[in-house]
């Protein structure tokens, strides 16, 4: 015993594991909302399969807190969470709550995208006109063919700020911008994909403002915040809600040698800065469209079922049809992404998954959605009728995780079977798209 707990001990110092030396056991939270899985093709024993592999991530000692919800067919299968929020650096750990808003990271982009659509949909831009159009300044060194279609699929070629940025630009959009309009592109035609980790978001934010007038968070709250009755969800949080956001935790393995710079050349900033700016007030305050939208797991989830229902969230029309359509189609054929350095299947705004294996599991192709640094999860899958979201605050890359966590995204996709005709969806749209013609 005493060797195993040394062994432990040892194994948590090597993989800056959050959590060690906290005595205090986590329990889980179970809202008593969720709703019984008779008759939706998923078992209970599917479910608390499910949530033992979320209970397995949080043990690997990598997340002090994971949240998570599975809807399928409409139903709240699970909602649950698990950890503490904030408090371990002082050994005074605050437990975790299913209203605690996380921070979303780049799975903010997801949403960004669909405020975008929204403004294609009420005719404010055309998704297929040059950046340029709206923007007379992106036109600058070579960028001026590039659309706001080629923006969304991470094609614009502009996918980092200059060596020696300073990171407090992201607390000024303005300046931010001016930087990546100065910026040649990789490509002038928007051949080459390479991931737009936080440029892409101020370029849409800047669409959204010259179009519609309002800034990100104002028209976020029109569109979408309110009608769906969202308590987060939102850029940045008011600085009365700073004290209940999760604490993000630097945690796994340190980021040295290629792989270290890669990132950093990513996201602009060391890794481990990354993980301590995120928890200042400076960035809870700031709107940065790429990578600080707060939600819960339900909050979004719920934003995924929306898309899942073509647009609809109780009685109300959030997005048409077809504008769920054209954010999710296959913008082009998997591509080896420059900046992620591994091959990678986008939409207009979202990634997607894959016919034998891909970030939503196997035999995902239907699947879309995005991930969050460095762990956070949420997609939708048509062909499953399932919406999921998987948030937690650890922030490794290589750590002691990475098999609870494969674990869990695979026995999402394992124990939701697909249950719907993908053909009859699209009937669906020929559907609606002939009554609105």
């Not at 659509?117 to 297929?128: M, R, V, Y």
């Not at 940025?165 to 992201?170: M, N, S, V």
């Not at 939503?360 to 959605?369: F, S």
């Amino acid at each position: 015993m005493l060797l195993e707990k040394q062994c432990k001990s040892l194994s948590d110092k090597i993989f800056r594991a959050p959590t060690a030396g906290v005595e205090q056991r986590s329990v889980a939270t179970i809202d008593p909302r969720e709703a019984s899985a008779e008759g939706s093709g998923v078992s209970r024993e599917d479910v608390e399969a499910i949530w033992s592999k979320a209970e397995a991530l949080h043990q690997s000692g990598m997340h002090p807190m994971v949240s998570m919800t599975l809807r399928r067919g409409g139903n709240m299968l699970l909602n649950r969470c698990i950890g503490f929020a904030d408090g371990l650096e002082q050994g005074t750990p605050r437990a975790a709550e299913l209203d605690t808003p996380v921070c979303l990271f780049s799975a903010s982009k997801v949403v960004t995208a669909v405020l975008v659509h929204k403004l294609a949909e009420d005719g404010l831009l055309d998704l297929l006109n040059p950046v340029s159009y709206y923007i007379p300044e992106f036109a600058q060194s070579g960028k001026a063919n590039i659309t706001i279609y080629q923006l969304l699929s991470h094609r614009a070629g502009v996918p980092g700020v200059p060596p020696g940025t300073p990171t407090d630009i992201l607390f000024d959009p303005q300046a931010a911008l001016q930087r990546i309009c100065a910026e040649p592109p990789l490509c002038e035609d928007g051949r080459v994909v390479a991931y737009h980790a936080i440029t892409g978001g101020f370029v849409l934010a800047e669409l959204i403002r010259v179009c519609s007038g309002m800034d990100i968070n104002a028209y976020l709250d029109k569109v979408i915040r309110k009608p769906m009755g969202m308590r987060y969800f939102r850029y940045g949080l008011e600085e009365a809600d700073h004290g209940e956001v999760a604490r993000n935790y630097i945690s796994g393995l340190p980021n040295v040698g290629l792989v270290g710079r890669h990132l950093q050349k990513v996201l602009g900033a060391d890794v481990d800065e990354v993980v301590e700016l995120s928890n200042t007030p400076g960035f809870l305050s700031a709107q940065i469209p790429a990578g600080n939208l707060y939600a819960t797991a339900e909050e979004s989830s719920r934003f995924f079922q929306m898309l899942l229902q073509q647009g609809e969230w109780q009685g109300q029309q959030i997005l048409s049809p077809l504008t769920v359509n054209r954010l999710t189609r296959e913008a082009g054929r998997p591509q080896f992404d420059r900046s992620l350095i591994i091959p990678m299947r986008y939409s207009a705004g979202a990634m997607l998954g894959g016919r034998y294996v891909g970030v939503y599991g196997r035999n995902t192709p239907y699947a879309y959605g995005h991930l969050g640094f460095s762990n956070i999860l949420c997609w939708a899958d048509p062909q499953r009728d399932i919406s999921v979201s998987i948030l937690n605050t650890g922030k490794p890359v290589v750590g002691k995780h990475i098999l609870s966590l494969l674990g869990l995204v695979d026995a999402v996709s394992q124990r939701c079977a697909p249950c719907r005709d993908v053909e009859d969806l699209n009937s669906k749209l020929q559907r609606y798209s002939l009554k609105t013609s």
